[in-house]
């Protein structure tokens, strides 16, 4: 019986969700694994919408728990950083001791997104941490994403896959995603 892959990220928002989904889908078959995505769920109707949304998320976190692992799309998505949604599902994962693999389609790490957040103005405050203008530090690791989230998927021998895909193709690139496939191929065939 083939592992199970939740595939996590913020595909589903977007207006070809569908077609994104079904390709990654048709990607994780091909690597010999069964892919589970939140995109495939049917949510019964509820009363009100605080309701549906916490039938979402009952759903999505019964989803996690009956998978062996995740790939979480970590490029960033509505401002600097991770979706949130995604990013608590690699978390649920990593501390369920799952496989874990992470990509994006952002070169660029996140203390270079964030200067660019900053538009540049970033300083060595005298206490030797960089600052933006409104005294905030930043994280200044060289990771993809905020340090719990890269550290958490390198600490536990999970693949991180960086790849600089075209604007139009930020959440379609399906480069990155492949990579960590190849990844979970390797580390559960040795």
Request: hydrophobic fraction near 40%; proline fraction near 5%.
């Amino acid at each position: 019986m083939p592992l199970k892959l939740y595939l996590a990220g913020p595909e589903v928002f977007l207006p070809n969700a569908r077609e994104v989904l079904d390709a990654k889908a048709a990607m994780t078959r091909a690597y010999g694994f069964e892919p589970i995505c939140p995109g495939d769920i049917f949510i019964e109707p509820a009363p009100t919408l605080h309701e549906f949304g916490l039938k979402i998320s009952a759903v999505d976190e019964g989803m996690m728990n009956a998978t062996d692992g995740v790939i979480a799309n970590l490029t960033p998505f509505r401002g600097i950083a991770a979706d949130p949604g995604t990013a608590f599902e690699l978390g649920y994962m990593c501390a369920q001791g799952k496989l874990v693999a992470a990509y994006t389609n952002i070169a660029d790490n996140h203390f270079v997104r964030t200067s660019a957040f900053y538009q540049g103005e970033v300083r060595e405050a005298q206490d030797g941490r960089k600052r933006g203008p409104d005294g905030l530090s930043l994280e200044n690791f060289d990771m993809i994403e905020n340090l719990m989230l890269h550290g958490g998927v390198e600490r536990r021998g999970g693949h991180i896959a960086v790849h600089a895909a075209s604007a139009d193709a930020l959440y379609t690139d399906l480069t990155g995603f492949e990579q960590c496939l190849k990844a979970l191929q390797q580390k559960t065939r040795a």
